[in-house]
């Protein structure tokens, strides 16, 4: 945003100049900057630094500050007390040929539908806060706004975009397939998705630039083939949703939600319990050692687990 700033006003001319509006206060402009859209906006008008990207960068930027300003969102809609739960909008309207979620066309959801949705997510939140609070904590420092997609099928997902880091986006959580224990799955999901897209933002990438093969590891959560990069990403991820759950079947004394944590803490564990799993990606991709290190580490401490028999009595 400041070198966008920088560049317009080193335009001398006064013609289509971009000014701030009146009255926007410093946290308005500090809560605007977060917004997952702009972040795809800043990053196209930084890649190019041309004056006209760099004006509509800033006029959208504007833009949203100013309605932020005037915006009251009623808490029901505000996850968390934070987290802006978003039906109605032209972000979560708007058509993305390769997204899962946004691709299908925007079916208006009924009031009724829109009400248990917004029951569940709080309730899985509600979760995630009672298991673990630094979970809770990762969803509200990385996650800006849940972007809802109502589709005319039977079809559930949750996404991210590294493009539009700080948005989730859920299709059809409506759905009696979408469990309270997926949503939380998915906030927690999507939301390490996020921060991992925020590390590489500023560090860099976890992987090389050209994979060693032309193939994708297959997924042994999902069995999908998958990128490279989104693998590495998911060795974290599951790796802190297998803790997640062991918590969670610890903590709880509702038979069906230890049935299900059980079943996910399984899931979960697969990949830790594939043998050499570091070995068999270093055929497909590079990686820096750092990371191999953590899997084999990742790996050992879920396979201790199992082998202790002691923690957890689905194991």
Known sequence: MKEASWIVQSDTSQEDRVSMPVGLTEETLQKALLAPHLFRIFSQSGSTLGLDDCKASL???FDHAAALQ??????EYLLGGEIEIDFDSVHSHRIEVESSVLCRPPMAMSDADRALTLEKLHAAMAIVDSVASTAGAMIRSVTRVIRIRCADDDVTAAE???RDIGEIRLLNPHLAQTRVIDLADALIHESLHNFLAM??????SFVGYEQTALMRPVS???GNPIPYNAFTHAVFIYFGLFHFYRLLYASTDNLELRKQSAELIAKCARGFRVAELDKCLKLIGHSPNWLFALYRKMSIDVRNIYASHTTLAPL
Do not use: F, L, M, V
């Not at 005037?70 to 808490?75: M, R, T």
């Open 59 to 61: 006029r959208a930027y």
């Open 70 to 75: 005037q915006k009251s969102i009623s808490p």
């Open 160 to 162: 991210t975009d590294p």
């Open 199 to 204: 590390y590489e933002n500023r560090h860099g």
């Open 220 to 222: 042994p959560w999902t």
